[in-house]
């Protein structure tokens, strides 16, 4: 955690009383300029200038930018960012013809430690704050607005377990639905299957979507390729996704990164449209090719064969997307953020070629 409270850290109770010499219109003033406006202190031209230059000293930014890269298409944009103390995070900012989506990070690393993303490699440095998570979102706004856009949606599917940090994470939810103004529905947070937390997100009042990074279809194979499997296995996981599906009344999504020989037979398509047909709700199936990381050793399932594994799932009555990789060439795709931090080689076996 950080020791120095950043502008996005502080509740507008809080705020307040920072400024209690102040007029209360102040704060409103204030609030409504970060995070309606998007704006930076110094760029509050309705504030006194003394008053500026005191929040830009007392409240600075938590997210300094080390490197801002974007893609060959120039549809994908990934922001490597320093935190107070030295962690690094990165943030992807992902533009499509009819909407705008960031996905931000909740942890600088990860303790979950799947073998086949990067930031699982690189190991778990420290929880995010409320401002560290807020901040990425007004970052990818700003740009966003820069290139005559609209931000759309907030994913949650970057660095980090959220639902290892879930306070935090819902307190930044609140606030960027509230005061923001991003609806509900417009914002995913994925988990690799903590059974805690997703009885937590259960609870919360705010119909937010949840993505469940599935990845394998019996226990056996999950304990290998997703190890918090061995602590909540998945009789347990589809229990809580039910209660989720029951309380929510909206469908979840499964994530699942095809790889080679791993978890592509047609008895895995077959376990997979088991698992979705047993929940109250039909779940959808997001395929995502494996992109490539530089600590594990597996191929990623070439596409014909991907496109194949979609259609089998299809057979069985389970609708399934595959969803297209954006920024591999600048490793800013689904399980390449390591925010440049070297990561340990890995490999998982691969699975008789069998169809059984």
């Known amino acids: 955690m950080t020791a120095t409270r950043t502008r996005y850290d502080l509740t507008r109770a809080e705020l307040g009383e920072m400024l209690g010499g102040e007029p209360r219109f102040r704060v409103d003033q204030i609030w409504k300029g970060l995070y309606e406006q998007l704006s930076e202190p110094s760029e509050l031209t309705t504030l006194p200038k003394a008053l500026r230059a005191r929040l830009e000293a007392e409240l600075p930014s938590a997210l300094t930018t080390v490197v801002e890269r974007i893609n060959d298409d120039g549809d994908t944009v990934k922001y490597l960012f320093e935190l107070a103390g030295g962690s690094r995070i990165e943030t992807v900012l992902m533009l499509y013809p009819d909407r705008v989506t960031v996905c ?210 299809e057979e069985l009555g389970v609708n399934a997307t595959v969803r297209r990789n954006r920024g591999t060439d600048i490793d800013a795709a689904c399980g390449q953020l390591a925010a440049g931090q070297p990561v340990q080689p890995v490999s998982l076996g691969r699975r008789p070629s069998t169809s059984d």
């Not at 600590?295 to 259609?311: A, E, N």
């Open 104 to 313: 931000v990070s909740s942890q600088a690393g990860c303790a979950m430690g799947c073998g086949f993303c990067a930031t699982g490699q690189a190991g778990f440095t420290r929880q995010l704050t409320v401002g560290e998570i807020i901040e990425q979102v007004v970052r990818a706004s700003r740009k966003a607005r820069e290139l005559n856009r609209r931000l759309a949606n907030v994913v949650f599917m970057g660095m980090g377990e959220p639902l290892a940090n879930e306070p935090t994470v819902w307190a930044a939810i609140e606030r960027i639905n509230n005061d923001i103004g991003l609806g509900a529905r417009h914002i995913t947070v994925s988990t690799v299957g903590l059974v805690p937390g997703i009885k937590r997100v259960t609870e919360w009042p705010m119909q937010v979507n949840l993505a469940v990074s599935l990845h394998a279809a019996n226990d056996t194979l999950r304990d290998d390729m997703v190890p918090i499997n061995r602590r909540y296995p998945l009789d347990a996981l589809m229990d809580a996704c039910a209660d989720y599906l029951e309380a929510k009344g909206r469908r979840l999504s499964f994530e699942w990164a095809l790889i080679d020989g791993v978890n592509d037979r047609d008895s895995d398509a077959r376990e997979l449209a088991a698992l979705c047909r047993s929940l109250p709700l039909a779940a959808h199936v997001n395929i995502i090719p494996l992109n490539p990381t530089p600590g594990y050793l597996t191929r990623g399932t070439p596409i014909s064969r991907v496109h194949k594994f979609r259609d089998r799932l």
